[in-house]
């Protein structure tokens, strides 16, 4: 009987070491399976506080791109002694205008105006005409015989361009009328009047005796500064040569 009870005794030992067994590989495979998921869910927190890190971190980047592009512009304008106070015009008045044009060429210019072979155009721009244009000098007689205007017109695109006109008698001609600008700007020593209607601007200025109209659309303000300084800076090296 001893025997028997000893052996019982051994099988209920390895009974409760089996179940023992069984329990702790099942913790075990519990635990490992919670270790997993805290894992895959840490790994998804991180990506997801990284994305939100360099989202953040590119926009203050951006903006402090944007912010440092700026400062930088406005600190070249002023070591370059440029000073902009642009009037906003509310609305432009159509007029009618009477006078004929004729085609120029470049090289045709006068020794004079040759400062146009080095104006600065932005990047797409192309010269599309280029012409006099002429008024009566009897307005009872229809006959176009003084020369008024000289006008350069560039175009980019349908809603891209840029029209440069100059004369020697007086401002050139337009055929639309805008209020009264009061605000003045300076590039160097040169005053002119900057005018702002939308996507376009209407610059006009008188520069060693020569009367400037210019208007612009789809350049920046930085680009019609470039393009006013080329002109400025050609047109004194035409004349002091």
Request: hydrophobic share 35%.
């Amino acid at each position: 009987m001893k025997n028997d009870e000893l052996k019982e005794k051994i099988r209920k030992n390895i009974k409760e070491e089996i179940a023992v067994s069984n329990i702790r590989k099942e913790f075990d495979m519990k635990t490992n399976r919670n270790k997993r998921i805290v894992y895959v869910i840490s790994s998804i927190c991180a990506v997801f506080i990284l994305g939100i890190v360099i989202f953040i971190g590119t926009n203050k980047l951006d903006n402090a791109f944007n912010i440092g592009k700026t400062e930088q512009s406005n600190k070249n304008k002023e070591e370059q002694n440029i000073k902009l106070n642009v009037n906003k015009l509310e609305d432009l008045a159509m007029t009618s205008l009477d006078a004929d044009i004729k085609t120029i060429e470049m090289d045709t210019l006068p020794k004079k105006f040759k400062f146009m072979d080095g104006v600065i155009i932005p990047k797409g721009y192309e010269l599309e005409n280029s012409y006099n244009v002429y008024v009566r000098k009897n307005k009872d007689i229809a006959e176009y015989n003084i020369l008024h205007d000289y006008l350069f017109y560039y175009r980019k695109d349908s809603t891209s361009n840029i029209k440069i006109a100059f004369s020697e008698i007086e401002k050139p001609l337009r055929d639309y009328y805008i209020e009264e600008e009061k605000n003045i700007s300076k590039i160097g020593d040169v005053e002119l009047i900057i005018s702002n209607w939308k996507q376009m601007y209407i610059v006009t200025f008188e520069y060693e005796n020569i009367f400037f109209d210019i208007e612009t659309t789809g350049i920046t303000e930085d680009e019609l500064i470039t393009l006013l300084e080329s002109i400025i800076d050609g047109v004194r090296n035409v004349m002091f040569k």
